[in-house]
């Protein structure tokens, strides 16, 4: 595939909602998201928060790397790229999943859609073109990046179900956890996933560009009492970590893009392990995984429900003496948890369920900077995890 | 016969046949495989018309481990030679040719300077050859190594390099990435001197004298044994034959006519070879005598190995530069100012380094030179049994001739024979006249009679980077690939190019530590 001359000339890009956003934008605030300009926030982070999880938001998702691979050798394809099983993937399903160069450190984490056979989508944090044209030697398929050429929304919340009943999409409630089904909308087609960022019941909406405007208004049209609001980044950010999800860049470092080895991280260091599947025989770092686990890991990600109402923003994590053993990789005030919580990454042997730790947090009041050593505990399982989520059919309040 | 135990060797070139005597002389069960109805791959010697025999690629004798000729015992299995070593002469149109023997200009348009210099220089080089030669029956440290025992073959590299002395050690650390270019020009001011010594740093490789590292390429080919080459009685088929003959005495079986297809792979391991035929044939170990690129892309599949690591391998420098020219003549050449004494020996047509580069700059833009190198043996003058009482058979190696040629081999075959007879013509007039039969055989035609991966004759280019811990490439320069169950063995692995039988015999131990019985 050729890109159009001079598209590295543009480099402000907006996405398809952009004439949306930028009307519902009345804080002004956006930044750069792969070229794109997108919403931090709309109108106030916590009321966009508290619409997400008390009502529904949506999210412009556009940017995101998306990559469509098809032909014959698709899923052998996927299967050597990625440590799951892509097989179990049926045709209408999603499935989260990432993939490690040839030492088993991670380079990104994304979700495949099986549109059809032998066809897939792979959307993605980063830009892996380069990577999966790498992994392509050898394998009969065309990969393609198809970023511009599908819009994308995020509708998540409780009441997501029932704005897109509203909308017209029949029997919406009986799609399962990441399934994916075509709609009919107003002369296009309108992909809807039950897939998401924010550990919630949510769907994710994708179409072609041209209609990408008519779509937002119909969904603030059928959300008007359902409490739809728009959501920026900050919004979203907050739920992900509320979930347990993880972010490239910002809780593992893509290992494409380390210098120093010590700086990745493999998937059981991010506490990932059950994506990896050894009973396929080849996928890229399948050799090395299997030596760490012989071996044993270097590193642990934990949740840590940290005590105290002060976000453990960038502190280093203690032992229970004196030693640094690791450092938060995101943190917040978690309303629904009612907790300062985080994510951290310790060494090994450190980070076993119960354990107790310790946080040392800087933080600022009115320029004057303090700090406080504030106890944690190692937790198992996400911060927020409701059981609509998964319930099937959807509840529709 | 049981798959239990079985070794398969793909290929029954030198590097396999040595891998497979080796292998069966440790008891185990061998079946070495062979695509052509003949053993020896590239070292084989072919009748080119009826009575002429020729050595259809490789054609001299010059790095055979000595280690492989003792304890295969060749000459027992009918290894003889015509010639122990051959002088090499350096062609001259208008005159008297340049002869060197060893360490000596023996002849020729020489400067007395350099005829006083060169026995220094060809000591020295021969010196930090010794480097390189002492590492050929070493398997390559791993780049990365977990332990002292591991890290130990990195350390024996540097104490071979410390132990040529402080003096030694410095030059040889400032010349070996040089252009050969360079060092003959601070080194002597004779044209024919130099032009015969920058064809010996740069014959079958994708390098011009003026390019870095081929002094270390001159360095490879002066790390075996003896400096001069020599010719084995019946062509360099003979070289194969003793292998073969070492390695079914040993318990071998060897089939010929059977070429492999693929490598069976289950859950992840090579588990034997499916015939073209489509016969399967299962092994415990499969031992590739195949360049690394053919075995891993085409008879592996690059899908059963990591994407990085496929990466690196597709990336590898594999364009064969050399082709070569076989020919019956119904007499003696006469190579003008030639005595007919030397008509046995090495001629060499590269007047000086500045004519080889030369010749070199087309390769790099996917043409041939006009004005070409070659190295030429009439190997029927020490072994007359090759071809029939009073005829001969004339065997050349010829650059640059680029696999990948612009204009496409099949359309320009032919026209390249006429230059290169030309060129002979010049030196030797009245040889056309004598040609009874002639073959050219291009890098296109090397890749496909005798499956050398882009008609290359090292499996890969001799150069720095791919040498050694980086041959083929890291993760798979110890003879075992990543795939459980495969191995290599030929020229494309440590220590490279060049009939030596050296990574047969490192890649027999690896196999037999990696397989046990």
Known sequence: MRAPAGHYLQTVCYTPFHSRTAAANSLNLWHRWRDHTVADAYFDVGLEYTALRNACAVFDLSPMTKHRITGPDALPFLNRLVTRDVAKIKPGRVGYCLWCDDQGQVIDDGTIFHLRENDYRLCSQERQLDWLLTSALGFDVSIREETEEVASLALQGPTSCAVLKSLGLAAIETLTPFAMRSFAFEGTELGVSRTGFTGDLGYELWIDPAHAERLWDRLFEAGEFHGLKPMGTHALEMSRIEAGFIQAGVDFLPADRAIRADRTRSPFELDLAWLVDFKKPNFTGRRALLEEQRHGSRFRLVRLDVEGNKPAKDAYIYDGKRNVIGAVTCSMWSPMAKASIALASVKVPFGAPGEELWAEIYYQKELKWSRVNARCRVLTGPFFDPPRRRLTPAPER | ?517
């Open chain 2, 1 to 517: 016969m049981t798959d239990a135990g079985r070794i398969v060797v793909i290929g029954a070139g030198h590097n396999g046949l040595t891998c497979a005597a080796y292998l069966a002389r440790a008891g185990r069960e061998v079946l070495v495989l062979e695509a052509a109805h003949q053993v020896g791959g590239a070292a084989v010697t072919r009748e080119l018309t009826r009575g002429f025999r020729v050595p259809a690629v490789a054609h001299l004798l010059q790095l055979l481990d000595p280690r492989v000729q003792k304890e295969l015992d060749l000459a027992r299995h009918g290894l003889a030679l015509a010639r122990p070593a051959l002088k090499t002469v350096a062609l001259n149109p208008e005159g008297e040719p340049l002869v060197l023997e060893g360490n000596r200009i023996v002849s020729g348009p020489a400067s007395a300077a350099d005829r006083a210099a060169y026995p220094d220089f060809i000591d020295r080089m021969r010196r930090y050859a010794g480097v390189l030669a002492r590492q050929h029956g070493r398997v390559p440290p791993r780049l990365a190594w977990g332990s002292w025992r591991e890290a130990l073959p990195a350390g024996l590299i540097a104490l071979d390099i410390r132990r040529l002395g402080r003096e030694d050690m410095r030059e040889f650390l400032r010349v070996v990435t040089m252009p050969i270019h360079d060092l003959l020009e601070e080194s002597f001011e004779s044209p024919a001197l130099k032009g015969a010594i920058a064809l010996d740093a740069v014959l079958g490789t994708k390098l011009g004298p003026r390019s870095g590292n081929s002094v270390f390429t001159y360095l490879h080919r002066l790390s075996g044994e003896s400096q001069d080459p020599a010719l084995p009685r019946g062509g360099m088929g003979a070289v194969s034959e003793a292998l073969a003959a070492a390695a079914r005495a040993a318990g071998a079986e060897i089939r010929l006519s059977a070429p492999v297809a693929t490598l069976i792979v289950v859950d992840g391991c090579v588990t034997g070879v499916k015939l073209e035929s489509g016969e399967e044939i299962g092994a415990q170990a499969v031992v590739s005598n195949a360049d690394p690129k053919t075995t891993l892309r085409t008879l592996l599949g690059a899908r059963h190995l990591e994407a990085e690591f496929a990466r690196r391998l597709e990336h590898t420098r594999s364009i064969g530069t050399a082709a070569k020219l076989n020919l019956a003549l119904a007499g003696p050449p006469q190579f003008t100012g030639l005595a007919p004494a030397l008509a046995g020996e090495r001629l060499l047509i590269a007047p000086d380094s500045g004519y080889v580069d030369e010749a070199f700059n087309p390769a790099k833009y996917r043409d041939y030179s006009r004005s070409p190198v070659l190295e030429i043996t009439v190997p029927s003058v020490a072994d007359p049994e090759l071809a029939p009482v009073g005829k001969h058979v004339l065997s050349a190696i010829v650059q640059y001739a680029p696999y990948d040629l612009a204009a496409g081999w099949d359309n320009e075959r032919d026209a390249y024979r006429e230059i290169l007879i030309g060129v002979l013509e010049r030196h030797a007039p009245g040889l056309r006249k004598l040609i009874v039969a002639a073959e050219v055989l291009t890098p296109l035609d090397l890749e496909r009679q005798f499956r050398m991966g882009g008609g290359h004759w090292h499996h890969g280019e001799m150069t720095i980077d791919q040498f050694m811990m980086l041959r083929p490439v890291p993760g798979a320069a110890q003879y075992a690939m990543p795939v459980a169950g495969l191995y290599l063995c030929g020229a494309g692995c440590h220590p490279g190019g060049g009939v030596m039988g050296a990574a047969g015999r490192n890649a027999a131990r690896v196999v037999l530590e990696g397989a046990p019985r």
